[in-house]
């Protein structure tokens, strides 16, 4: 039932300061409605997270908030009044779903309900911009991606720094002849907050039946995300995991996870509720090296760079002397570039398939990854994994 499903989700991101497919036309706006009008976003649920989002819809000229629904009233006035002047409030999400006003429906609900909010949209030919990971498991996510398939409307998945242009920028220097084939991806995304006893008695992101996935979903699908990124969109041929870390329910509070490729190619990672505040990120190729510090938010609104390393041997080897070249750029508002980028597919009325794939791609590593973590850390390939689950 709609007022109960809620919980919205706390996403860490939240609270811390080729071409498409042709498929076919979308629906785009309601019937006696101009085209050129701002795309018109509802939102279900009043977290964090979420106000980051309508932060982000305001900062974007063809977009804006039209309602807001959560499991009480009061709180979705509330919301409104401190995130989304002027938006209508909902007290049952299912109200704002069929509000003929709303174009995008943008989910930030717990993990463990996500999915079903996603098929309940797109059954109301509602576009999509969910929160991650997209559900529990690898079939729960494939269902929800099918549904907004069907029904012709856009999904995407909310993973800001997709949508930087320092990405660009950081493939042209991994494609780069000096750089060399890649062969290992080092990443890691940490926050302190599980060493508070409150937080970590009370917070959704410690509950198993609310995000079962815990560090590895809230945390780990960055890493994840940016380790495909970074080889192509090439899928590893099995993972590892191990669960260091866990909650008496088994949610996995720190963890470790290996990727591993062929022709002795690999990814690792970490990510953990109980470490210092880490988001880091190194590209080895045979030559140099890319690094950065703030992959997944960055540390400024002014500027963003990344470096270009490359080490030699000194004579005799008395010292190791590197090169190091920096690469900036101007800043940007990323979780307002997603908006942006979300907001021109839907007015151009043709869907973008290659958000969906990439979403299932990583949420299906994901869950081979939590296969693993609860099975010791054996070796699991994505995708056949379903004797495990």
Partial sequence: ????AS???????????GSPKALPTMPTAPPNT???????????????????????IAETPNAEV????????????????????????????????????????????????????????????????????????????????????????QFMDDTMFMHHPRLAEMRKAIDAEGFGKVKHVVSCFTIPFGNDPSWASSDIRMKADAEPLGALGDLGWYCVRFSLWAFGWEFPEDVSCHYFETTSEGVPITLHCVMRYSEGRSATFDASFKCSLRQSVQVVGENQSLTLDDFVVNQSLDGSSFFVEQGSIADRALTFPKTSSEKTMDGCIQHAKV???????????????????????????????????????????????????
């Fill in 1 to 4: 039932q709609a007022g109960v």
């Fill in 34 to 56: 101009a085209s050129d009008r701002p795309v018109r976003w509802g939102v279900l649920g009043c977290a964090g997270i979420a106000a980051k989002v309508c932060h982000g």
């Fill in 66 to 153: 039209v309602a807001v629904a959560s499991r009480s009233m009061d709180r979705a006035k509330a919301f409104v009044e401190a995130h989304a002047k002027g938006a209508k409030a909902y007290d049952t999400y299912e109200a704002l779903i069929a509000d003929p006003e709303v174009q995008v429906v943008y989910i930030p609900v717990l993990t463990s309900l996500r999915a079903g909010w996603v098929e309940k949209a797109a059954a109301a030919k509602k576009h999509v911009l969910s929160e991650k990971p997209l559900a529990a498991n690898y079939a729960d996510a494939e269902k929800a991606v099918k549904a907004c398939r069907d029904h012709q409307v």
């Fill in 339 to 389: 908006i942006e980028t979300f907001c021109g597919i839907v007015q151009r009325g043709a869907m973008d398939d290659e958000w969906s794939k990439k979403a299932l791609d990583t949420q299906k590593i994901l869950y081979a990854c939590h296969l693993s973590g609860t099975n010791g850390g054996a070796w699991v390939k994505p995708g056949a994994d379903a004797a495990m689950a």
């Fill in 7 to 17: 919980g919205s989700h706390a996403s860490t991101v939240g609270l811390l300061p």
